[in-house]
């Protein structure tokens, strides 16, 4: 058994290794070695099929799965990479990308903040033991209700436009409080990614501009009103961005404004938060930038500028997918296969009210067919959702799958769940989290009971 392991390891770290010797057959495997051979195209080993299909047996299908170590592994990659060159470092969760309580939980015990997005978010946080100062609350639209609830606890709220600090002076002078801020910033910078989750770029809809001066401005305006402490700056540039140039200028920008309000303003800010978005790979063989590649080309600039503007503020953070993505598996079981003149279709028991992203974003997810190896045929893994565009992955050539075949889904850890809905009266699948060997359930599945909660019981129609 150890050998095995340590075969297993040697081959998931080495892929040069991999396409030289022969790999030797899983009979064995944890249910975290399973997950990781998933990753490596494994999936079709013994053991490895033995191990999902006692997850499917035990906690039933469509199942999210998360992978404890990896998360961790993720956190402490981040960290090593940043704290050796940025000696004034925090690091968030965004909340977002994955919203079950023990998975923030997790990444609370390593030392992360919580980045918030609605008054659901704020509540979430609370309840899995953060502090009101510890939480950033970034929105584009914040209701009245979600500023009342962040000025009480003393949440950061990053202010989204000058209608909004208005808003945020006057509730804070209705509860004799100093609202603590940041605004959230647009530099007009590209990072290159998906165009819906790109939200750096001068015509989205998020921040205030750098141009024209719009900021600097509001900042201005904000240094006159005594219900306001402004505590930072903040940008997010966008999700899934793989290179370190649309970091680079982003911070460039911002560490000028920085230089800026000091000499002009007389304001010196606690922090500058560059956001999070760090890509993961979604394919095989996908290399990307890494923590340490963003880090050392973040380093120079960030110098310079504080150099510029005379003082150091806190370098802020706040990946979440960088953080989830990769520890999650969305199990699902084929219902049947349908051959047509033009295509075959696996049909499984998820669709995109399960994992969105495929059908939003026409996301690249890899797939798996669980213990299967032979036969490979081209299909479209097709969902359960009553809409021709529910197709999890199309066009893959995958090994022959039947009724019954269990198909993982990798990579659905961020924006997995926290995008999953009861579309066509299906309830919500369950999540569970490996640790080693062992499996427990983190969210149990949803009911079809829970389908009329919070509903008027119908009275029957007589005829």
Known sequence: MPLLRLSLVLLLLSPALCAQVAKPTLHEATLHEALLAAHADRAGDPGVATAFRHLAKTYGTPLYIYDQAHIRGQVDALHAAFAPRFSKLRILYAIKAN????????????GLGAEVVSRGEIETALRVGYAGPEIMFTSSSKNPGEIQRAIELGAVLNVDSLDELGQVQAEA???KKQARISFRINPGVDPHTIHQINTGIAESKFGLHLQDGIAFKA???????????????HCHIGSQITETDGYVLTARKMLGLVKDLKEKLNIKLAFLDLGGGLGIPYEDGQTLMSPEDLAKAL????KEGVAAAGYEPTL??????FFVGGSGYLLTRVNTVKQTPLKT???VDAGFNTLMRPAMYKAYHRVRVIGKTKDPQLVDIAGDVCETGDILAEARMLPRAEAGDLVVILD???YG??????????????????????ARVIRRRGTYPELFRNTERATPTKH
């Open 173 to 175: 002078r209705r509860q």
């Open 417 to 438: 769940f926290s995008m999953a809905s009861e579309y066509n009266a299906r309830p919500m699948p369950a999540e569970v989290m490996v640790d080693g060997n062992k």
């Open 316 to 321: 802020w953070l706040e990946p979440g997918r």
């Open 99 to 110: 919203t079950n309580p023990v998975v923030i939980s997790l990444l609370k015990a390593k």
């Open 345 to 347: 279709f696996v049909n």
């Open 299 to 302: 380093e120079p600039v960030w």
């Open 412 to 414: 659905a850890g961020a």
């Open 219 to 233: 900042y201005e305006k904000a240094k006159g009103m005594p219900e306001i402490r402004i505590e930072g700056a």
